[in-house]
């Protein structure tokens, strides 16, 4: 069975590009949570979503930063026009339910913007 | 507003000691706390999980207690490995399920 899977692993992009990151949650899994670990920082949580729905966006900046899960594919976090505060690992997790307590967590991918 | 703290500073211990991690909260009544383990580029390992009627959780040299009172729990490895150094995160549930919210993490590195 599958772990969580995140891609790109390693991501660069110049001031002012978009930033699309990709999550598939773990077999059997429709809950989806994406966090943020900026450097010599925790990890902070930014959101939750089931599928087609968003379930808690409280940890989300207010612009450029967007989130789904369709129905079929992956979850995605978009970043428009990034900016050199946007460096960072996102990680998503997923779990079984919304009221399962283990999250589990992906390898990550590591945003670094030019 | 809810806050989590965790030894700030880095852990060193020797091989074959005890270490023993902090993690204290306020402004909260979690119905349980987790621990994970980080490695450097990977992402969190759920480890244990401890409810708040339970006082201590073990698994396999792994000891978690958890104070409601104190609101803090401690994380203990007992006969420590040059294998368990990593970073060891403490972190609640901000509701029933849903959002954790994570402690800054103490970095434990075991010295053979």
């Known amino acids: 069975n599958a772990g969580v899977m995140q891609n790109p692993r390693h991501l660069v992009r110049r001031r002012g590009q978009e930033a699309r990151l990709r999550c598939s949650p773990m077999?059997?899994?429709?809950?989806v949570y994406w966090y943020r670990q900026l450097p010599e920082e925790g990890l902070k949580f930014m959101v939750y979503?089931?599928?087609?729905?968003?379930?808690?966006e409280s940890g989300m900046p207010k612009e450029r930063f967007s989130a789904e899960f369709p129905k079929e594919g992956p979850s995605i976090l978009r970043i428009q026009q990034v900016v050199r505060g946007d460096s960072a690992a996102y990680f998503c997790?997923?779990?079984?339910?919304?009221?399962?307590?283990?999250?589990?967590f992906g390898p990550g991918t590591r945003l670094l913007v030019l | 507003s809810q806050k989590i703290e965790q030894n700030s500073e880095a852990l060193n211990i020797q091989e074959g000691k005890t270490a023993t991690l902090t993690c204290n909260y306020t402004?909260?009544?979690?119905?349980?706390l987790q621990w994970y383990r980080q490695d450097p580029g990977r992402g969190p390992v759920f480890l244990l999980l401890i409810r708040e009627n339970e006082k201590e959780k073990r698994k396999e040299r792994l000891k978690v207690t958890f104070d409601t009172t104190l609101k803090q729990s401690l994380f203990h490895i007992t006969a420590s490995q040059p294998a368990d150094s990593a970073t060891y995160l403490c972190?609640?549930?901000?509701?029933?399920?849903?959002?954790?919210?994570f402690g800054q993490g103490t970095e434990l590195s075991v010295k053979p």
């Open positions: 972190a609640l549930p901000y509701n029933q399920g849903g959002k954790l919210i």
């Open positions: 077999k059997g899994h429709s809950h």
């Open positions: 402004n909260y009544s979690p119905a349980y």
């Open positions: 997790a997923s779990s079984l339910s919304g009221r399962s307590e283990t999250q589990y």
């Open positions: 979503l089931q599928k087609e729905n968003i379930i808690d």
